[in-house]
């Protein structure tokens, strides 16, 4: 959406929450944002989080099966981890900073995508947790899991 903002191409963005409803919600995950996607930011204007303050030299990945492996890895560039609610309501500030309307909707179902794709030359569908997982069910081709991998307990 801020890329098209940027592109001055006319765009309507649906939210289920606003920026405050996200920031308050239950916590999500931390998102890692390496040096692309920081670069990404800065070219769009979104310095949010740029501050060096946290940023992470090296990744570290554990894998405990049978054989554990254990690795450590430099990073090319810094990279920096955010929680993802803070992260995706200043993304949707952003948005509306910028003088673009986002209008609130209820979760949406099936019915919902026909009437909205009626009034829009393309609709991109972000189907998330919600109900609309039965709308666009998994494709078993292109994963591996019946379910989301539930991860280990740290030792």
Excluded: C, K
């Excluded at 179902?109 to 069910?137: S, T």
């Amino acid at each position: 959406m801020l890329r098209l903002q940027q592109l001055e191409i006319e765009a309507t963005l649906y939210a289920r929450q606003n920026p405050d409803e996200i920031r308050s919600g239950p916590p999500l995950n931390f998102v890692t944002r390496f040096g692309s996607t920081r670069e990404r930011e800065n070219s769009l204007g979104i310095t949010d989080w740029s501050s060096s303050e946290f940023d992470n030299a090296w990744m570290h990945m554990r894998i405990d099966a049978e054989q554990s492996l254990a690795l450590r890895g430099a990073l090319p560039r810094p990279a920096s981890s955010v929680d993802f609610r803070m992260y995706l309501a200043g993304l949707l500030e952003s948005v509306i900073g910028r003088g673009r309307t986002v209008m609130q909707s209820r979760p949406a179902d099936g019915r919902d995508l026909a009437d909205l794709a009626a009034n829009h030359d393309l609709l991109i569908v972000a189907a998330g947790r919600g109900e609309l997982q039965q709308v666009f069910p998994r494709d078993p081709a292109r994963s591996p899991f019946r379910v989301a991998p539930i991860p280990a307990p740290m030792p």
